[in-house]
């Protein structure tokens, strides 16, 4: 994109990340890359069992049936797609909705999305007896749609658009009570729900592929969709009315993003639980590489997202022997602190 | 009392002026403040009293009046004064201590968003009585100090994070949340780490409730605030001034410093008792506070009306949380959450539509 400082001739006014040339950008993609396979790698070697990487090769390219390669194939592989799944999808939501909100607080689990999904599937284990993640994911779609449209219809009642400030404290109260709801579901029927203890916790441990595989293309959806707007969203970075006067379809972005983050974060609730913070650190680091660019943003985004998720799975297998520590609560312990400085910084309620 | 003793002072508001022991002792004492107080208070008794009378075993209000003094058969008077009784007074007690608590933070950091709740006293709180429960095996006391060291160090940890050339409600509310979601973590590490019962009993205590608590928790909340109560009294006055701001304050021969210690050690120790007993309980301290104020229509948080609303809030909550899904019991403060929650959410829209 021909950005509106490049057509002034002027390089001060454009703001620029670490790498300032496509080909930096390219080549950090490339490496970040090769860093995401390095962990996935890991992912599949670390555990309360450590495993050779000869042996991870061995179990991919020519399986034999030895314990090893069991738990690679049945465990270990299922967990690490998840992870990387799951991380990308979450990315991806936060990626979004902190361009769409031009809030640099945003994530999926601060503006309550992820609220919204759990609570949708407390109340469709608890009264409808669903039980599989063929149903779960449907519930979670419909809870994070719910509260991604009730967060912003509070957000921004009254005149003027919804601010940052508002749309964040409404995501919080909103997210309050429909947690407090699905807690005090679980209380009431704690049978029902001791199945969804560990879910409720955010964890990649799945028996089996059938959580990735019913997930996956609502994920890849959601993916294409952001990939889609990401154009838009650049110019709805300048501002509503510059953005309208660019050419831009406001009320059909907007739509395209809503939908994107429903799947995105729906999705990913639905396959391993609530987990925050992934959604509001790495796009703030893909930004700080790249510069304000959405359509770089959400290709690094995509990579780094998955690598914070499986390093914090790989931190929360071993962290704690003989038990696990679930994904969710390793994220959240990392995360939380950048919430902190962001808060801290300066500017820290405009994009 | 007498009439209002001299109407070229009357700021538009009625007050009435009370005079003891020949002019000795005399307060101003704002009528709507104190017609809202007493019918808060009338309500929350009225709710108690419910409480008292409803359950599995139905006493009528006729039976429960005279159990309270005393005029029952045995076996009402063991269900109403035994079983109930403890549990509908803590839940009076404990919602006054949490909201004058939350008017006294609120009113110290001049920000309607200040209240224990909101700057980790909560979460701080579990995390001390977790290491308690969970590491140290300790007793009630123990407990409860280990409930009040956590919440303190998380409490002026939020506010020395969120503070940036002063401190801003917004970022009061951010820094909270992170810091809780830290600690949250640590919560679930430390359950996780626990021996399954102790896991259970940490697990009932961190939801907040006032479920089985009995004649002895309610004798040591009565002790607690007997011995508070005076130095509420004393503060309120010098509260309302330093809510002018030090220099104001301090030119009313205010001395700011020491009231403001004076403040922070009543507001921590209300908390701590309120979360020290039933657990920590969210949003009654920041919604109290706020309620009360609108209704009384007064220009700062005020005591009296927020401890008779807090009291309101928790009585309210917990027959809620007790009769709603009969016979399952919910801890209340999942039901203060929720009602916080929307509370919240109203405020938000009512402040946006305000805005020019």
């Known amino acids: 994109m021909t950005s509106l400082a490049e057509v002034q001739g002027d390089d001060r006014a454009r703001p620029s ?25 890991a992912s599949i070697a670390v555990g309360s069992r450590n495993i050779p990487l000869s042996t991870v090769f061995e179990a991919l390219f020519s399986y034999a049936d030895s314990d090893d390669h069991a738990i690679i194939m049945t465990l270990r592989m299922p967990r690490t797609l998840l992870g990387l799944t799951v991380g990308a999808a979450l990315g991806l939501s936060g990626a979004l909705i902190q361009a769409l909100t031009r809030n640099p607080l945003a994530d999926p689990g601060i503006l309550g999305v992820n609220a919204g999904a759990t609570f949708a599937v407390s109340l469709g284990v608890g009264f409808f007896g669903i039980a599989t993640i063929q149903s779960y994911i449907w519930f ?9 449209v009730l967060v912003y219809a509070i957000g921004s009642v009254g005149r003027g658009a919804a601010t940052p400030v508002r749309l964040t404290l409404s995501g919080i109260a909103i997210g309050a ?3 407090g709801i699905s807690s005090a579901f679980a209380i009431l029927d704690p049978a029902t729900f001791d199945r969804m203890r560990f879910w409720a916790a955010g964890s990649l441990v799945t028996p089996g592929l059938d959580n990735l595989t019913v997930s996956l293309p609502f994920m890849l959806a959601g993916a294409v969709l952001a990939l889609l707007v990401a154009r838009p969203l650049n110019a709805i970075a300048l501002g509503d009315d510059l953005a309208a006067s660019l050419g831009t379809n406001i009320l059909r972005t907007r739509a395209v993003v809503v939908v994107a983050v429903t799947l995105l974060a729906g999705s990913a609730t639905a396959a391993a639980g609530p987990i925050t913070f992934v959604g509001l650190m790495i796009p703030h680091v893909a930004r700080w590489i790249v510069g304000p660019d959405q359509r770089w943003i959400i290709l690094f985004t995509l990579v780094l997202a998955p690598i914070l998720l499986l390093c914090a799975d790989i931190v929360g297998r071993v962290i704690m022997p003989p038990g696990e520590l679930q994904v969710g609560i390793v994220t959240a312990f990392v995360g939380a602190p950048v919430l902190i400085i962001l808060a801290r910084r300066g500017k820290a309620s405009g994009l | 009392m007498t009439a209002p003793a001299n109407t070229t002072l009357m700021f538009g508001r009625p007050f009435a002026v009370l005079r003891l022991f020949g002019e000795r002792v005399t307060q101003r004492v704002d009528l709507r403040g104190l017609t809202v107080t007493l019918v808060l208070l009338l309500l929350a008794l009225a709710i108690s009293i419910y409480a008292l009378a409803s359950g599995e075993f139905q006493v009528p209000v006729g039976d429960v009046i005279g159990a309270l003094f005393g005029q029952a058969t045995p076996r009402v008077h063991m269900v109403v004064v035994e079983w109930r009784l403890p549990r509908a007074s803590l839940a009076l007690l404990l919602g006054a201590a949490l909201g004058v608590s939350g008017a006294i933070f609120q009113s110290l950091t001049r920000n309607p968003l200040g209240s224990p709740d909101i700057i980790g006293f909560n979460a701080g709180s579990y995390t001390g009585a977790l290491v308690v429960i969970t590491l140290l095996n300790g007793s009630f006391y123990a407990i409860a100090g280990g409930a009040l060291l956590g919440g303190l160090l998380t409490a002026i940890l939020v506010y020395v994070l969120s503070w940036r050339n002063g401190v801003q409600g917004f970022r009061l509310i951010v820094v909270g949340i992170g810091v809780s979601a830290m600690l949250t973590s640590l919560n679930t590490w430390l359950m996780l780490r626990a021996d399954l019962k102790v896991a259970m009993l940490a697990s009932i205590w961190g939801s907040g409730s006032l479920n089985g608590l009995g004649l002895d928790r309610l004798l040591q909340a009565s002790i ?6 005076p130095f509420v009294l004393m503060l309120a006055r010098p509260m309302r001034q330093l809510e002018l701001g030090d220099d104001a304050a301090r030119a009313h021969g205010i001395d700011v410093e020491r009231t403001r210690l004076g403040l922070m050690l009543v507001g921590v120790a209300l908390t701590a008792i309120a979360t020290g007993i039933a657990g920590p309980i969210a949003f009654v301290a920041l919604a109290a506070p706020q309620i009360a104020r609108r209704l009384a229509g007064s220009a700062g948080v005020a005591l009296m009306p927020a401890a008779a609303m807090g009291a309101l809030l928790l009585a309210a909550s917990d027959v809620l949380a007790q009769r709603a899904f009969a016979p399952s019991q919910l801890p209340v403060g999942i039901v203060t959450v929720c009602l916080g929650g929307l509370y919240f959410a109203w405020l938000l829209m009512r402040e946006a539509r305000r805005q020019p």
């Open chain 1, 17 to 41: 990340g670490l790498a300032e040339s496509n080909g930096k950008r390219f080549a950090l993609l490339i490496f970040a890359t090769l860093a995401l396979v390095l962990v996935c790698l």
């Open chain 1, 140 to 148: 979670a779609f419909v809870g994070a749609l719910g509260a991604t």
């Open chain 1, 177 to 179: 009570v429909l947690t």
């Open chain 2, 224 to 229: 607690v605030l007997v011995l508070v109560t």
